[in-house]
């Protein structure tokens, strides 16, 4: 009988999470104050973030100790399994050994609760008894929701207003856990109104919420704000994902010549990546980790590296990284996840470095792939999950057309059990090829007037 998953065991959760900073040849350079342009330290995020987490967002440290009592949470999923996915090397009919890490058995049915549980954690250490935050397609607002109905914090979500439409099962996950839910931009804040005035028909995004959840932690002494992607902090707890991953391709006597993840704003890729580029760092191995992003979305094949805004009002420090501009408004894909105008600073460093590679994919192109694996393995992808595995199906073709044979592992990050509706447009033909013109990305980008960075 073949060996399909590779499973660990409770006692092998890792006990500290990775700081590839420490490891990195170059280090990111450091945040601005949004109105002086000034670099910041610490303490210009304590308003946002509760100390403990500020001090993972700038260590030093290579290895961070996980808290007993979220290694006690997260055993309720982890560790997660590792499927080595022969019916797709079939369908593909390709010499290449495919495995994929499957994060859809969190109870929020993708790998967001990895970094939420801690956040929430965090909080509750310092007192906190609100935490406002944002969500693309919901992955992360209802991980979130999870974590703070745990440590009986107040959650509080701005969902972006085509995700909130499309994908109303996923707001009632977090309304059963017990957060508010509101369609971003939304009449609950000042920003939200201002920006429905201007355009009341806008779809919204990631830029927006951010603004809005932000607005509303910094206005009140009792709440914090969190993050489910982009700030070093949240990729520290990822690379949960990647420390079992190795392990598990050890167990299987096999390790990944290609490794793949999808791009938002950097937490998936980084908790699967980051451990095997520890390998490339420490044992001098050179496996290759793509980053997969939506051609309507590409901040990391056709972004330019300089400082930004993380939101889209401006609120936040600069950061520097990929973008496509802070008022870039992506088209309304289903894979909300990836509509993200800009690149985590450690990831845009990397790619900077030519450590890491990108590719885009085009919104049909990532159904089809889907459809191929769901069709050949049982689970059906989140349509964020997709764009991983069109690459990774776009690398084992490569392996079938050159006649060599190539491992390749990517990640699942989550399930698309309630993502039905972007499934049924696909069917109907209703998902239609979209890529950003060269005019597009220059508009967007002219309206920048952040530091530039001498490269």
């Not at 999470?17 to 210009?44: C, F, Q, R, S």
């Not at 490794?259 to 050179?286: C, D, K, T, Y």
Request: aromatic share 8%; hydrophobic share 40%; glycine share 8%.
């Amino acid at each position: 009988m073949k060996q399909r998953k590779i499973i660990l065991s409770e006692k092998e959760i890792p006990e500290k999470w990775y700081n590839i900073v420490a490891d990195m040849p170059n280090k990111p350079l450091p945040p601005l104050h949004p109105a002086t342009k000034e670099p910041i330290g610490p303490d210009a995020l304590a308003p946002l973030f509760p100390m403990e987490l500020i001090k993972q967002e700038v260590t030093p440290d290579k290895w961070v100790e996980i808290p007993d009592e979220v290694r006690n949470i997260y055993s309720i999923w982890r560790p997660t399994p590792l499927y080595r996915a022969y019916g797709l090397e079939k369908a593909l009919d390709t010499p290449a050994k495919i495995y994929y890490k499957y994060e859809g058995t969190s109870p929020s049915g993708s790998h967001k609760p990895n970094t939420s549980v801690p956040q929430a954690y965090y909080n509750k250490q310092e007192g906190i008894k609100r935490i406002t935050t944002e969500t693309g397609a919901g992955q992360w607002g209802s991980a979130l929701a999870f974590a703070c109905n745990h440590f009986d914090i107040q959650c509080e979500v701005y969902m972006v207003k085509l995700s909130y439409e499309h994908k109303p099962y996923r707001k009632i996950m977090m309304n059963t856990w017990g957060a508010k839910v509101f369609p971003s931009p939304s009449n609950a804040t000042e920003i939200g109104r201002k920006i429905l005035a201007k355009n009341p028909d806008t779809t919204g995004s990631l830029g927006i919420a951010i603004s809005e959840a932000v607005g509303e932690a910094a206005a009140n002494a009792d709440t914090k704000y969190a993050l489910g992607s982009v700030l070093n902090h949240v990729k520290l707890h990822q690379t949960i994902i990647g420390q079992e991953a190795v392990a598990q391709m050890a167990k299987a006597g096999d390790m990944p010549d290609i490794v793949i993840a999808p791009f938002g704003g950097g937490s998936n890729f980084a908790g699967l990546a980051f451990p095997f580029l520890r390998l490339n760092f420490e044992e001098g191995r050179n496996i290759r980790c793509i980053a997969s992003e939506p051609t309507s979305c590409p901040k990391l094949t056709r972004g330019v590296f300089r400082y930004d805004y993380g939101d889209s009002v401006g609120m936040t420090p600069l950061l520097p990284m990929y973008t496509l501009g802070h008022n870039f408004v992506p088209a309304p894909i289903h894979a909300g996840g990836l509509r993200y105008h800009g690149a985590g600073v450690i990831v845009s460093q990397l790619l900077k470095d030519k450590l890491i590679e990108a590719v885009a994919h085009d919104n049909i192109e990532v159904f089809e792939a889907g459809v191929t694996f769901a069709r050949a393995e049982g689970i059906i992808p989140a349509p964020e999950a997709n764009h991983g595995i069109a690459t990774a199906i776009a690398e084992a073709k490569k392996c079938k057309e050159e006649g060599v044979s190539k491992t390749i592992l990517f990640n699942l990050c989550g399930h698309g059990n309630f993502d039905m509706k972007a499934y049924e447009d696909y069917f109907a033909g209703n998902i239609v090829k979209h890529e950003l013109t060269k005019e597009e990305i220059n508009a967007s980008l002219a309206q920048l007037d952040t530091p530039e960075i001498a490269i």
